[in-house]
């Protein structure tokens, strides 16, 4: 049949085919490509904890503009106060919690809320200083209206295990973005320093004095100078010199500090 006739034949107006004696050729078996496997991305969940902080650190969050977006498309966020209307953490495990803001220890509900956390999260992160390192809530001693009783205000880590620390007050939207970069690629090397305990729990500008100068490891570079927020720290003949009254205790000028993650241990080993 010719074409002509196959397509008549199609419409209905075929004609009557015509005898032939050739033998009918073999249908030919379509060969269908195989199916792809589908992949299904998994996003991590992720909930903002909100505890004695400002906000600060989710305002430096937003502050990297377009990037917040790749940010906030790369994760399920389940719980977020500021941003969603999830008033409690989700039912079962979720993979992070980011937590901002210090724990008032006489406030039953932010350290039941802190538990919840690291009892349901995989990994917690303590975001900003107050989180950190109790930042400017060491200085709290209570006797205010209306809860002179909330005095106590710590870092997350005198509560709870904390697996990795982002200070600044507030931690800068470079060091956000790269953070969550690093651990969506698992770039562990970049990941090391905020994972070190040293990162977290209580610090103030004589840190420079104890971890740094006294260990012959500070070279002159000035960068805690310019990484402390209140200015406490003025360069003197060459090494940093700090007024106790402005530190706000964040602990932003050791974390910055060059030569503050080397392996002192190791290094005072190999010159002795
Ligand atoms: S000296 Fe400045 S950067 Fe260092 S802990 Fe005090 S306030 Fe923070
Ligand atoms: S950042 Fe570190 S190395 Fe640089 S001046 Fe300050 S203490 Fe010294």
């Known amino acids: 049949m010719g074409l002509l006739d196959k397509l008549k034949s ?10 032939e004696n050739k033998a009918p050729e073999p249908v030919k078996k379509e060969v269908l490509p195989p199916k792809k496997e589908e992949v299904k991305v998994t996003k991590p969940k992720v909930a903002y904890v909100h505890l004695s902080g400002c906000t ?53 509900e932010s350290v039941h ?14 975001y900003g200083d107050c989180a950190a390192t109790g930042n400017v809530l060491n200085n709290s001693r209570g006797g205010q209206w209306n809860q002179p009783q909330h005095e106590s205000f710590v870092p997350i880590n005198r509560v709870i295990k904390v697996d990795a620390y982002i200070p600044g007050c507030p931690p800068s939207p470079e060091i956000i973005y790269n953070f969550c970069i690093a651990a969506v690629t698992g770039d562990t090397e970049y990941l090391k320093p905020f ?19 006294e260990n012959s490891l500070c070279m002159g570079c000035g960068t805690c100078a310019a990484s402390c927020p209140t200015r406490a720290i003025e360069m003197v003949y060459g090494r940093p010199s700090f007024n106790n009254i402005r530190c706000i205790k964040c602990g932003a000028c050791s974390f910055a500090c060059p030569r503050s993650f080397l392996p002192v241990n190791k290094i005072k080993g190999q010159i002795v």
Do not use: W
Not at 87 to 96: A, M, S, V, W
């Open 10 to 19: 199609l419409f209905g107006g075929a004609p009557k085919a015509a005898p």
């Open 56 to 108: 600060g650190c989710l305002v430096s969050l937003a502050d990297t503009y377009e990037k917040l977006l790749d940010v906030l498309g790369a994760v399920d966020m389940v719980y977020n106060l500021t941003l969603a209307d999830a008033r409690t953490l989700p039912e079962g495990k979720f993979d992070i919690a980011i937590v901002e803001g210090a724990v008032c220890l006489q406030d039953e």
């Open 113 to 126: 809320l802190i538990k919840e956390a690291r009892e349901k999260a995989g990994l917690v992160v303590a």
């Open 195 to 213: 994972m070190a305990n040293e990162a977290g729990g209580y610090h103030c500008g004589c840190d420079l004095n104890t971890r740094i100068i």
